[in-house]
């Protein structure tokens, strides 16, 4: 077996490259408890996770002060939430009582659900007011670099609904760099069952015969057999492949020219001083422009003597305004927002590096995109698709998505081959529908009474006296 690499790691996306003699993140990254195949590769390797119950919001010009929102893994998270959310009590309640209404719609509704947008399906709730759904504008923004008026309210249903079931931890992250602590030990492990890494490979066509992918072509010329592949790259470069010998064998290949993709960009800020006041768990700019969040590292990795006490890993969910601008201005544009909401001067910074990835997007669950999207088994008989953008049952781009889809590419290879069953992905779980839909209707008369409040409190802000 063979694993052929264009460039001089693994890991694609989700790797850290060697900069200025240090590793540095494609950006921050999250294990929720229902990365249940991600977390299977992780204890193999003997890594254990860091588990956190809670993130925080922090807006303009209030630092230190940040509004918790736990977990939804008791009542009592939920009742913390409702009482110290970043809205009114009565908009909160309104915020879960639509995560409930979306999340207990029936499978049946699928293709309605993924040719409706989640605010579409959003604005359809009598109760919904605009405060909540700005918010959720917000949170989905920042967690999945998809606005909602793009997202898939088929995604945001099976994303909310696993995350309601499996909810505690809430999330998770490595004790150090992804590369040292997930992507090499993997890495050693692949080698070790004997699979020779290729790297410098980069492939060019896939040279199809009689029905089949008989071999691949390098960009220097060389040619590669096999009695199978598997494309385990991202949508935009699989896509490339389709030319037209592959397209004639599987036109449905082609519809990944449909598929959408968004640069979701990472900032590293390591500062001299150590900035007291920040929360151990992740943080959400409340507002601004670029839909920044971020976590501090440094109290979390094993660090080396002499690493700055400081380091903030941020995630630019809205990275799209500052694509056509360069480095040095798209980091000035960054780091000024990030000073309207943390209080460090130039002198205070050790170094910065922008990580724009605008050449490695990460693929979005547009609306619409689902049947699109390539089935694990293509209809070459000995060709099989990987990637998050593959059809699983996770549906969104993320390291479980991708992990889910490519366990399933792999055990439709060994049944073509009549080789011995790979057990398939696991399924995040989620709570029973009736028991969903239990919840949505005794939820009903609190949402009405919210309701009404939440327009009462709008109707007297407008008329108090502008200055």
Known sequence: MELLERSARLGGKAGSDARDG?????????????????????S???????????????????????????????????????????????????FFGF?????????????????????GLMRQ???????????NQENLLKASAIPAYD???MTAKKIGGFWLKEASPFL???????QTTFIAPLEAKVREAGVRVRFGAEVARLDVDGGRVRSVTLTDGEVVTADAFVLAVPFEVARRFVDGPVFALDPSLGNMHQLEAQPMASLHVRLKKKLEGIPREHVFFHGGDYGLSFIDVAPLWERAPGDPPTELSFIASNYAPLKSLSTEDATKALLDEVRAYLPFADEDVHDVVLNSNVEVPLFINTIGAWPNRPEARTKIPNLYVAGDHAKNEVDLACMEGAVSASLAAARALLEDASLPELPGPESPRTWPRPLLVAGRVAMAPMLAVCTVVARIAGALRSERPTT
């Open 22 to 42: 240090r590793l540095v993140e494609h950006g921050y990254h999250v294990f929720p408890r229902w990365y249940p195949n991600v977390r299977r590769l992780v």
């Open 44 to 94: 193999e390797i003997g890594t254990e996770l860091i588990d956190f119950d809670r993130y925080h919001y922090l807006s303009r010009g209030q630092f230190p002060r940040v509004v918790t929102v736990r977990g939804p893994s008791d009542l009592g998270a939920i009742w913390h939430n409702v009482r110290r959310g970043i809205l009114p009590w009565y908009h909160t309640v309104l």
């Open 99 to 119: 995560t409930l209404d979306m999340i207990s719609r029936p499978l049946s509704d699928k293709r309605l659900l993924d040719r409706v947008s989640q605010i």
């Open 125 to 135: 709730a009598w109760y919904v007011t605009d405060e909540v759904a700005e918010l």
């Open 151 to 153: 997202m898939s309210a």
């Open 172 to 178: 998770s992250v490595l004790p150090g760099d992804l």
